[in-house]
């Protein structure tokens, strides 16, 4: 619980006391009232304490006494007074330390140490703390126990021994009357489990409601105030914590420390620094020019109570002696349970040059057991052209979803190409069979006779040249209309069905026409089209018609809007009929004009 000076401080002081004792004295002795050298408040963070326990505080300036030496206390108050401590059985001195046997909140605050010889005077100050007590000061507080001070580091390694002391003991050995105990505690989870019988060392741990074998053949207590760990497993490291019992003027004192202990990787492994990725071959890197270049060093440094390091060097140079500042340096580490380091050291290039493609980079890591260097083998990448790469790739899209909008905008027109030269010949396959290349069936009534003649058979016939039959145009008189029908049907590659409200009613020619061509589809040797002349609702057609609906094309006709023969019905239409000879043979003039303008 000393707070120390800087250590330019003490050798300060130390060499004036030395030189003060070398000049002659003075006429008149200092008094308490001469004005002393004033060092001002300590630099360290105020000395901590624990209400309750004993506590105390050190001059800084009495690290090294020497004959001739007083050292007295004094506690500012308000102005520039210093007023003497008045001491106590509680409040007391040796000769460096100013004891609170046990401390208490009111004790908090500055103090000042006057250091005096025959003709100088020194003076310090120093802060003292009293922390609170929790509620329950012997209890585990948060799984640990209360304690003013920072933990003391310290390090066993795995599968070897250690011991562990505690903090300041010797401290509490100079002002007690007995020799002083310690209890021991180690911080697990749960409950305080107290080992009784032990005269002047206790242990106790916290492992949830069960009871924990602390005592056991690895932990033994040592010289009846010290823990010795005789092999280490993982699981006794963490937080230790020891309470140290005297007695000073017939009272029992007490003040608790407490000591981290970590476990490191055993001395018996291989404590040599090296390089990882990969191992025992150069450090392969792939460059790119005029771009900022990053080369990457992992080293592994095994747990050592030394320093240790890792760098890189340009042509033998290290980094920070270069005058280029295009080379930098960032490091990251990664400690693993057991100390042992990763650590990664970056060495940043910016601005790759072809000259530093003829640079030598070492790799370097180090301790005071090892050293280890790398060399670094850079690879120009070839220079991708992504401009060039991405305006590719954005025309090819571009044409794409062009192409897409053309076959969505006009996806009749190109099935008509494709059609006029990769369809298949039917002329050729029907082998003279058929005569006709449409029959039309129809209701007969003057409308839809009006719209068969005029409109159908023109466009069919005159305009597109395909060969239509119509039986009541081209049936000779006094023949039988069914054997007639059925012969017409079957000599024809389509049969086109005018759909109308009136379409298809019992014992009407219509009705043969339509169960002839629903045969031939099954046949597979005729196909029929269906045209909807005039809204029909799907309840009234007839049996036949709505069991071969789903094979079949329908065609609606919109009056003005269809009469031209670029209109969507007419294109669809030619979709479905057989391919013309002249189309196939190089009639593409006529195959353009009716396709009408893009």
């Known amino acids: ?112 140490c006057l250091v005096r010889n025959s003709s100088s005077c020194w003076k310090w100050s120093v802060r003292l703390q009293v922390l609170p007590q929790p509620a329950t000061p012997a209890a585990c507080h948060h799984n640990r126990l209360p304690v003013a001070q920072a933990a003391s580091p310290v390090v066993v390694p795995l599968h070897m021994g250690g011991v562990l002391q505690c903090p300041h003991l010797e401290q509490a050995a100079g002002v007690s009357e007995a020799p002083p105990s310690v209890t021991w505690y180690h911080v697990r989870q749960g409950r305080a489990l107290s080992r009784p019988g032990r005269r002047s060392l206790s242990l106790c741990v916290f492992q949830g409601c069960r009871p924990y074998p602390f005592w056991r053949d690895d932990i033994q207590p040592k010289g009846g105030v010290a823990l010795e760990i005789l092999t280490m497993w993982p699981p006794y490291g963490g937080l230790y914590f020891c309470r140290v019992h005297y007695q000073r003027g017939g009272r029992p004192l007490s003040f608790t420390r407490s000591v981290n202990v970590t476990a490191v990787s055993p001395t018996s492994l291989p404590k040599e620094p090296s390089i990882l990725h990969p191992p025992g071959r150069d450090l392969l890197f792939h460059v790119r020019l005029h771009s900022e270049v990053k080369l990457t060093c992992k080293g592994l440094f095994p747990f050592l109570d030394s320093p240790s390091a890792i760098w890189w060097t340009v042509d033998g140079t290290k980094v920070e002696e270069l005058t280029d500042t295009r080379y930098a340096e960032t490091r990251s580490t990664v400690t693993s349970p057991y100390q042992d380091k990763t650590v990664e050291c970056v060495l940043l290039i910016q601005q790759f040059q072809a000259q530093d493609l003829e640079r030598t980079f070492n790799c370097c890591v180090a ?232």
Not at 61 to 76: A, C, M, N, R
Not at 375 to 388: N, S
Request: with cysteine.
């Open 1 to 112: 619980m000393m707070s120390s000076p800087p250590a330019f401080g003490t050798i300060f002081i130390s060499t004036l006391l030395f030189l003060s004792r070398l000049l002659p004295e003075p006429v008149a002795s200092a008094t308490a009232g001469s004005v002393c050298d004033d060092s001002g408040e300590s630099s360290s963070a105020p000395v901590s304490v624990l209400e309750g326990e004993s506590g105390w505080i050190s001059c800084p300036l009495f690290s090294h006494p020497s004959p001739g030496l007083s050292v007295d206390w004094y506690q500012p108050k308000e102005g520039d007074e210093e007023q003497p401590i008045t001491y106590s059985s509680r409040v007391s001195r040796d000769s460096q330390h100013l004891w609170f046997q046990p401390s208490v909140l009111t004790d908090s605050g500055p103090y000042v």
């Open 367 to 598: 301790n005071h057991r090892g050293f280890e260097s790398r060399r670094a083998k850079l690879l120009e990448e070839a220079r991708v052209p992504a401009v060039e790469l991405g305006c590719g790739l954005g025309a090819v899209l571009l044409l794409v979803l062009l192409l897409f909008l053309l076959s969505r905008v006009y996806w009749l027109e190109l099935l008509l190409i494709y059609r006029t030269w990769f369809g298949a010949d039917e002329y050729g396959s029907d082998a003279g069979e058929k005569d006709y290349d449409v029959y039309i069936s129809y209701s007969r009534n003057s409308e839809e006779e009006d719209f068969v003649l005029s409109t159908l058979r023109r466009g069919l016939e005159t305009e597109l040249g395909y060969s239509v039959c119509i039986f009541d145009r081209d049936s000779l008189p006094g023949g039988t209309i069914t054997d007639e029908t059925l012969a017409f049907v079957a000599r024809s590659r389509r049969l086109l069905v005018v759909l109308s409200p009136g379409y298809a009613s019992q014992g009407t020619q219509a009705l043969l026409e339509l169960k002839a061509g629903i045969d031939g589809v099954l046949g597979g040797h005729l196909r029929v089209i269906l045209v909807q002349y005039k809204p029909v609702r799907r309840q009234d057609w007839v049996r036949e018609l709505r069991t071969a609906r789903v094979a079949l094309a329908l065609l609606c006709w919109r009056g003005d809007e269809s009469r031209d023969l670029a209109s969507r019905f007419w294109k669809r239409l030619r979709v479905e009929l057989p391919v013309q000879r002249e189309e196939r043979g190089g009639g593409g003039g006529k195959l353009l004009r009716l396709l009408g303008p893009c």
